[in-house]
Nanobody, 122 residues
Framework: QVQLVESGGGLVQAGGSLRLSCAASGRTFSSYAMGWFRQAPGKDREFVAAIRWNGGSTNYADSVKGRFTISRDNAKNMVYLQMNSLKPEDTAVFYC???????????????WGQGTQVTVSS
């Protein structure tokens, strides 16, 4: 069992930065791949980024490549999403999630946090 709690969301102007954090509980955290997803009003939940259990590999949606960076600290049971050059279209609720393997399909993720709101003003 893994419980996830996101933090770090907020209101930021276009071009600004935010760092989201996801705190995980459970001794098996380090065995899971972790992902970030987002959901804007009226839209489906979409993949943002994922990281392998040991941090050795990452994957990003095309829309965030070069702007967002996912990382993890297994010693602290933490996952991060550094978001730079934010755009109004990045506005969404951001969720972290845990999966048995690194992938971009939300159906493969078994544990989810409650989400944190990110709003980017133009």
């Amino acid at each position: 069992q893994v419980q996830l709690v996101e933090s770090g969301g907020g209101l930021v102007q276009a071009g600004g930065s935010l760092r989201l954090s996801c705190a995980a509980s459970g001794r098996t955290f380090s065995s899971y791949a972790m992902g970030w997803f987002r959901q804007a009003p009226g839209k489906d939940r979409e993949f943002v980024a994922a990281i392998r259990w040991n941090g050795g590999s990452t994957n990003y949606a095309d829309s965030v490549k070069g702007r967002f960076t996912i990382s993890r600290d297994n010693a602290k049971n933490m996952v991060y999403l550094q978001m730079n050059s934010l755009k109004p279209e990045d506005t969404a609720v951001f969720y972290c999630a845990a999966s048995r393997f690194m992938n971009s399909d939300p159906a493969e993720y078994v544990y989810w946090g409650q989400g944190t709101q990110v709003t980017v003003s133009s």
